[in-house]
Structures are given as C-alpha cells and as structure tokens.
C-alpha cells in the first residue's frame, strides 16, 4: 500500500459515503472509487460493504481504519517534528476544546513549565473533536472528556472524573434549585437544545441553533435561547446570566490526557507524568 491509498480509504471509511470523502480529498468520485477496488484485489479482503442507501465498514475495514489513522499520523507528525527540529526549537503541540478544562490546563501548563529540560507547549485549541488531531498528526497529546469525545485507538492516563451541570439562564424557574434530573432539563419549552456538528461537519434536523464552540454555546445560554449539561468543572467558564444546578442522573465525565500510541517522545512521557501527578 502507498500513502495515496491509504488516504483515500481512510476519508470514505471515516465518512462512510464516497462522495463525501471525495469532496473531502478534493477530487473526483470516480478516481477515488477505483483507487479502493484496487486496494481490495491487492489485499484479497472486502474494506467496505456497499449498497444503494450506504457504505459501511467490514471487519477488514475496520482494522485497515485503525491502522491506518496510526500509520498518516505518524507520518505527519514526522514531517512536522523533522522540520521542527532544523530550527532547534523542540515543542509539544496540545490539542484541546476552546474554554473546555482551562483551570486544569493552566495547572498543568505551568507545572510542567517547572519542570527540567520542559519543552515549549504549544496549544491546539479546537471547537470540536481534538481527538482528529491526534490521528492526523498535527497534535502530540490531547485533553478528551469520556463520553464526549473517541479515545479509540489512542494511549491514555486518566486525570479526574467529575458530575454534571445544568447551565441554565438566571431567570428560568429551575435555575434556583439544589439539583435537577436530566429529564428536567433536556426538552425545556422554548429552550431547544443546541446542535452541535457531526464529524463530518453537517449538523442534525431540529430547532436549536449551530454552534461551534462552548463560549458561543455559553453566551446562547446566557441570552435565555438554549441550555445544556456541561462537566462540573465549566462552572468557572460561565457568563453573567448563567446559573449553574447539579443533574442527580447524568452520566459521570473522565478527562483524559492522550496520545498516539507510537509516540516515543520523552517531553511528551514527562507532560504525562506531570499531569497524572496533578
């Protein structure tokens, strides 16, 4: 297999439709077909099984998916760290959710700062899914929160688990209470719940407005146009005009620090072990 291949079977398994992952590469639907019918004589294996209404992935597919993220990864990071080092600048790139888990950032960021031989850090601040980073190699390490985001195929340590919160405008009847329950919260009249993109960057059918990116989810909220369950620790990201109320049922979330697991970097092992430590 060369890297062409590879790429392209990875944007239609990822997109799971040809045309999407045509758009996606820049080229034509045609060429990109026959660049996987080949790819599965050579292997002897079905990737994907297709029909009129939509292409999935076989076994075989999902393990070529997998390894292949792995292998384009590593490739870029490649390309990346080799120019870097002709500059004589050794870094680290983060990547991570605008305004999601800033006062763990900021501790981690300035602990590891202390550290000897601790390399420049760079921030990769995302409006969704930093795990994408990761696979395509623009990021060494990243900040996820389970259930939220794919830790599929990655190395992890676990930092911290944490509840949920309701953010609510002030003025709405339930933002006074001790604590709520999901089912309280999830169909408010006249608060639909914001729409948040796939990872193909289409948005689901419904009323609630698109966003992008926590501090615009934040500011609807505080506007009295939407609301949504957050990780205990957004408390210190809310506006004015948001009230914070624990939900009793909601599923637990788990920051996690990841990072690809072919990654032999010595500042990244000492990043971890500083974060574990906090």
């Known amino acids: 297999m060369d890297t062409r291949e590879l790429q392209y079977f990875v944007a239609v398994a990822e997109e799971l439709h040809f045309g999407r992952g045509a758009q996606r590469l820049g080229i034509a639907q045609p060429p990109l077909s026959r660049t996987i019918n080949r790819l599965e004589q050579r292997l002897g294996v079905r990737l994907l099984e297709r029909t009129s209404r939509r292409v999935g992935l076989t076994d075989a597919g999902a393990v070529l998916l997998a390894e292949g993220r792995v292998i384009l990864g590593a490739l870029a990071a490649a390309e990346r760290r080799t120019r870097q080092a002709a500059t004589h600048r ?6 991570t959710k605008t305004a999601a888990s800033d006062e763990l950032l900021a501790k981690l960021l300035d602990a590891y700062a202390a550290v000897p031989d601790a390399v420049d850090v760079q ?12 696979h395509s190699g623009r990021a060494d390490v990243a900040l996820l929160h389970q259930p939220y985001d794919s830790t599929d195929g990655l190395d992890i340590e676990i930092l911290r688990t944490e509840g949920q919160i309701a953010v609510l405008p002030t003025s709405h009847p339930l933002a006074g209470r001790a ?3 999901m089912s309280e919260v999830t169909s ?6 914001a729409r948040w993109a796939a990872l193909d960057g289409t948005y689901p059918d419904g009323p609630g407005a698109e966003v992008h990116n926590q501090t615009q989810l934040l500011q609807l909220v505080a506007l009295g146009r939407t609301t949504v369950i957050l ?6 990201t809310l ?11 909601a599923p637990p979330v788990t920051t996690v620090i990841a990072w690809p697991p072919h990654s032999r970097s010595r500042a990244l092992a000492t990043l971890v072990r500083v974060a574990v430590a906090l």
Do not use: T
């Open 231 to 236: 990780p205990e620790s957004s408390r210190v």
């Open 179 to 181: 604590h709520v329950r």
């Open 123 to 134: 921030l990769l601040l995302c409006d969704m899914h930093p795990h994408q980073h990761l």
């Open 188 to 193: 408010l009249p006249g608060l639909p719940p």
């Open 239 to 249: 506006h004015d005009g948001c009230a914070a109320v624990p939900v009793l049922d």
């Open 90 to 95: 050794p870094s680290l790139v983060l990547a």
